[in-house]
C-alpha cells in the first residue's frame, strides 16, 4: 500500500540525514517529545525514568500528506471490511515531512515535495500534549497523518483507543475531537500510531492528544479522564469504571405495562440486575417512533414500564435503531425524505411519464445491487422498485415497480436526477444521509423518549455500521449525535461496530447474534466473545457475552449456560439474554439453566471469584486474543460446522475443552471446580464427574434427568453413595442388595466415596435401566 512504501523510503531518508539545527522538544510531566528540523521524530522519553522508546536509527517523518488518490478499503474482499477494516490512500502522491519549526506554541511543518505547509498550536499541560491542525497552507491536500509515533517496548496494544504499553510505561495517542481518527500499525517489535485527518470531514480545527503514563495498568484510566473532561468528551474513562459495567442484562422482548412483572420475576430468578427492551417494542418503527397499539397512552405507558422496573430494583435499558428509518415510517412513505442517503446518482436519458416500467440513465448502472427488498430507485418524491439492469448501452433499470412502498408514481423529465436508494442490509431499514441534519433530529427524538421515561442504565447503539464512508467518523459521529441528547448520560453503552472516538461513548462491546443452535453455544462461544474479550482488556474494555438465545429449546441444558456465564467471568464481563417467559417451559430444564446463570452472577458480582480463578477459566493465550466482528461470526460458525478454514489460533482456541462449575458447598461459600463429562449417551440423564481439593479421595457428580425425573440404577451395594439436591441436602436414596436407585429430575449431586473418576464413571456406564417417571 501507498502508506507502507512511503513509510520505508521515508525511515531511509530520515536514517541517513544528519539533524541540523536545534531540536523540538515538548515536555509533559510523563514523556518528552523530540522532533529533528527534518521533521523526523528523532525521540519519546519516559519521564522521570528517560527510557526512550524510539529507536533512533529508525527515525520516521512527524507527518505526511495525500493528494491524487483515494482512500479504498485494506480488505475490500472481506465480507463488511470497508466498514471493519482500515482504509488506506491508494494512489495519487505521498509526501513526508521535511521540515519543522517551532515559534512558540506554534509548530509548522512543511511538505516540500508538496508544496504545503501544516500549522499546529500545540499545547502543553502536565499529563498531555494537545496539537490542533489550524491550518494547511499552500497547495490543497486529502489527507494529512501526523504525530507519526514508531515505538519500541511496548507489547500490549490497544487499537480501539490507540494505546500501547508495557508494564511499567504507555502511551496513547488519541483524538481531541469527533473529526480526527486515530490508527496503529503492529509488527511483533513494534508499533506506529498517527493521527489522521481527511479533507472530506475538515482538516482544520482536528486535534490530537498525546500522554504517557507510568503504571498505565493503574493509571491510564486517570489520565484519560483528564483528557476527556479537557476536551468535552463523554467520560469513557470515568464509566469504565462504574459497577453498572458489570451488571448482565436481560432482554424484554416484548414488555408492556400489562406483563412487565412476568419479566422482572424472570431477571431476578436469573440474577440479573438489568432488563433491556428494544424501542421495537413500544413503537411502529425506527424514525419517528410512533407509539404502537401495545401503548396506547404512549409516553405514559412506558413510563409505566420503566417505573415498574426501577421500583423492582433492578435498573433499565434501551435499545435503539437510530441510522435509519423503517421502510413503513414517514420518511419514507408517502414522500420520501430528501435526506435519506443515495448510494449512487444517475441521470434520466429520456422523459418518462407514471407507467413506464423501463427507466433509462447516462450512466452505467453496473454494480447495483440485486438483493431483494434493496432494488429502490428514488427518482424525487417517487420511489421505484427495479428487477434488473443493463449495464450495456443504451443503459437501463428494467422491470420498474412505480410508486413502490406506497410512494406516488408520476412523470420525471429529461436529465431529472435520481439515485440508489441506501437500503439497508437487513432491508427492513432505509438508511440517513449523515452529511444532512435528519441524524440530529432523530436523535432529538430519542432524547425525548429517554429523558421522560429514564433515568437508563444503558442503551444499546444498534446498526452503528448502517452509515456511509467515511465510515471512521459518521459511525462515532453519529452515535455521539445521539448520546449528547441523552440526559443523564448512560453511563453503560454498547454496539456491534465502534470506531476510534466511539471509546468515549462505547464502554462494552459487543454482542453477537444468535447464530449458533444451543449445541453448538459452546464452540459459538470459544471463537466468538471469549477471543475479543481477550483482545478488549487491552482497550480497558468488557464486552458482554451476548446475545444469548435458545432458553426455550430442550438442547439448551443446564451445562450449555453455565460455560457460556463461567468465560465470561474470566475476563469479568457480563452476559445478556434474550427469553419470552411464555416460552420458556418447553426447555424442562429451564429452571436449572436461570439458577446456574444467577449462581455465576452473584459470585462475580460479589466479588467472590479470584485473579487465580479467573485466570484459570480463560481459554485464549494472551498472544491468541484477537477481535471478532459481528460480520465474522456466521462464516466462522460455518468453518466450525464443517471443520475447514481455521485458522492455527482458531484450533488451539477449539482445542480447550475445559469446563468448570461454580456451586454454593456445605458451609454456604462458593466452591469453583474443573468438571469432565461422563458420556452416557441413550440415556435419559447428563452427567459431569468432579472432585474436591477437601475430599481428594471422593468423586462428585453433578447430573440431571433430560426432561422430568428418572429413576437411575447403579450398581453400589453399599452407602457409599450419597445424593443431594441443592448441594449439602441430601435426597433419600433406595436400596437393594446389589445396587442403589436414586430418582434424578433436576440438578442434583451424586457422591461416591472413596471412589476415583475412573471407577465412578464405569459405575455410571454400567448403570441399570433408566426408566422414565412423571416424563410429559
Not at 144 to 171: H, T
Not at 376 to 399: H, M, N, Q
Not at 718 to 740: C, N, Q, V, W, Y
Request: charged letters at 25%; one cysteine or more; hydrophobic letters at 35%.
Amino acid at each position: 500500500m501507498a502508506r507502507n512504501t512511503w513509510l520505508v523510503a521515508a525511515i531511509l531518508l530520515c536514517a541517513s540525514l544528519p539533524a541540523s539545527g536545534e531540536p523540538i522538544v515538548f515536555e509533559t510531566q510523563s514523556l518528552r517529545l523530540t522532533i529533528d528540523e527534518d521533521g523526523a521524530v528523532r525521540s519519546l522519553v519516559s519521564l522521570p525514568k528517560g527510557k526512550e522508546y524510539v529507536r533512533a536509527d529508525a527515525p520516521i517523518p512527524f507527518a505526511a500528506v495525500y493528494r491524487g488518490g483515494r482512500s479504498v478499503p485494506s480488505s475490500p474482499e472481506k465480507y463488511a471490511g470497508e466498514m471493519t477494516e482500515r482504509w488506506v490512500y491508494h494512489g495519487g502522491q505521498t509526501s513526508p515531512a521535511t521540515h519543522a519549526a517551532r515559534q512558540g506554541d506554534e509548530l509548522r511543518v512543511k511538505f516540500a515535495d508538496a508544496r504545503t505547509t501544516a500549522v499546529f498550536r500545540v499545547t502543553a499541560k502536565p499529563d498531555y500534549l494537545a496539537f490542533e491542525l489550524r491550518a494547511m497552507e499552500g497547495e490543497p491536500v486529502d489527507r494529512i497523518d501526523w504525530l507519526c509515533l514508531k515505538l519500541v517496548d511496548l507489547p500490549n496494544r490497544g487499537a480501539w483507543v490507540n494505546l500501547a504499553f508495557g508494564e511499567q510505561f504507555g502511551v496513547c495517542l488519541c483524538a481531541g475531537n469527533v473529526r480526527t481518527n486515530a490508527e496503529m500499525d503492529q509488527t511483533s517489535d513494534n508499533v506506529t500510531l498517527r493521527a489522521v485527518s481527511e479533507r472530506e470531514v475538515g482538516l482544520e480545527g482536528t486535534v490530537a492528544v498525546l500522554f504517557g503514563c507510568s503504571d498505565p495498568r493503574n493509571r491510564f484510566l486517570d489520565v484519560m479522564s483528564v483528557v476527556e473532561r479537557d476536551f468535552g468528551m463523554p467520560a469513557g474513562a470515568d464509566n469504565r469504571r462504574r459497577p453498572g459495567q458489570r451488571l448482565s442484562y436481560l432482554w424484554a422482548s416484548r414488555p408492556t405495562p400489562e406483563n412487565i412483572d412476568e419479566y422482572i420475576h424472570l431477571a431476578k430468578r436469573g440474577g440479573f440486575r438489568t432488563i433491556l427492551f428494544s424501542y421495537s417494542s413500544f413503537s411502529a418503527g425506527a424514525g419517528h417512533f410512533k407509539w404502537n397499539a401495545a401503548y396506547p397512552n404512549g409516553m405514559a405507558d412506558l413510563k409505566k414500564v420503566t417505573d415498574s422496573i426501577r421500583q423492582a430494583g433492578l435498573k433499565v435499558g434501551l435499545h435503539i435503531h437510530y441510522s435509519k428509518a423503517h421502510k413503513t415510517d414517514a420518511y419514507v412513505t408517502p414522500v420520501p425524505d430528501a435526506r435519506l442517503h443515495l448510494v449512487r446518482e444517475f441521470t434520466l436519458a429520456e422523459a418518462i411519464d407514471a407507467a413506464t416500467g423501463t427507466i433509462p440513465v447516462h450512466e452505467n448502472p453496473a454494480g447495483c445491487t440485486l438483493d431483494k427488498g434493496r432494488r429502490i430507485l428514488k427518482i424525487g418524491e417517487e420511489l421505484a422498485a427495479y428487477e434488473d439492469y443493463r449495464s450495456e448501452p443504451p443503459y437501463v433499470f428494467t422491470g420498474c415497480e412505480r410508486g413502490h412502498l406506497g410512494t406516488s408514481a408520476t412523470g420525471h423529465a429529461k436529465a431529472e436526477r435520481l439515485g440508489l436508494l441506501d437500503v439497508d442490509t437487513w432491508p427492513s431499514f432505509v438508511r440517513f444521509d449523515q452529511n444532512t441534519d435528519i441524524q440530529d433530529e432523530v436523535a432529538q427524538r430519542i432524547g425525548e423518549i429517554y429523558r421522560q421515561t429514564g433515568p437508563y442504565e444503558m442503551v444499546y447503539f444498534d446498526g452503528a455500521e448502517d452509515v456511509h464512508a467515511p465510515f471512521w467518523y459518521h459511525v462515532a459521529s453519529a452515535q455521539q449525535r445521539v448520546f449528547r441528547q441523552l440526559e443523564p448520560p448512560p453511563p453503560v453503552c454498547e454496539s456491534a461496530l465502534y470506531t476510534h472516538f466511539s471509546w468515549h461513548m462505547i464502554t462494552r462491546s459487543n454482542a453477537y447474534d444468535i447464530v449458533a443452535p444451543a449445541e453448538g453455544m459452546k464452540d459459538f462461544c470459544r471463537l466468538m466473545p471469549c477471543p475479543t474479550a481477550a483482545e478488549r482488556t487491552k482497550d480497558f474494555s468488557r464486552i458482554e457475552f451476548g446475545w444469548l438465545g435458545r432458553l426455550e429449546d430442550p438442547d439448551a441444558s443446564p451445562d450449555v449456560w453455565e460455560y457460556v456465564i463461567s468465560r465470561a467471568a474470566a475476563w469479568d464481563c457480563p452476559i445478556s439474554l434474550r427469553a419470552e417467559p411464555s416460552k420458556i417451559a418447553s426447555n424442562p430444564r429451564w429452571e436449572d439453566c436461570l439458577d446456574a446463570l444467577r449462581t455465576w452472577e452473584d459470585a462475580r458480582l460479589e466479588n467472590h471469584l479470584s485473579d487465580t480463578q479467573r485466570q484459570m477459566l480463560r481459554n485464549v493465550r494472551p498472544e491468541d486474543a484477537h477481535y471478532v466482528p459481528c460480520y465474522d461470526q456466521r462464516g466462522i460458525w460455518e468453518n466450525i460446522q464443517a471443520n475447514r478454514d481455521l485458522t492455527p489460533v482458531q484450533r488451539r482456541i477449539l482445542a480447550d475443552r475445559r469446563e468448570h462449575h461454580l456451586f454454593a458447598n456445605e458451609q454456604g461459600e462458593y466452591e469453583l471446580v474443573p468438571i469432565i463429562e461422563v458420556p452416557l449417551e441413550g440415556t435419559a440423564v447428563k452427567a459431569y464427574a468432579f472432585q474436591r481439593a477437601s475430599r481428594p479421595k471422593d468423586t462428585y457428580v453433578l447430573i440431571w434427568a433430560v426432561d422430568g425425573e428418572v429413576e437411575l440404577q447403579l450398581p453400589v451395594a453399599d452407602d457409599s453413595l450419597s445424593a443431594m439436591r441443592p448441594f449439602g441436602t441430601e435426597i433419600p436414596l433406595r436400596r437393594t442388595a446389589d445396587k442403589t436407585v436414586v430418582t434424578i429430575g433436576g440438578r442434583s449431586y451424586l457422591v461416591f466415596k472413596e471412589r476415583g473418576s475412573e471407577e465412578t464413571k464405569r459405575v455410571l456406564l454400567d448403570a441399570g435401566e433408566v426408566v422414565g417417571k412423571n416424563n410429559g
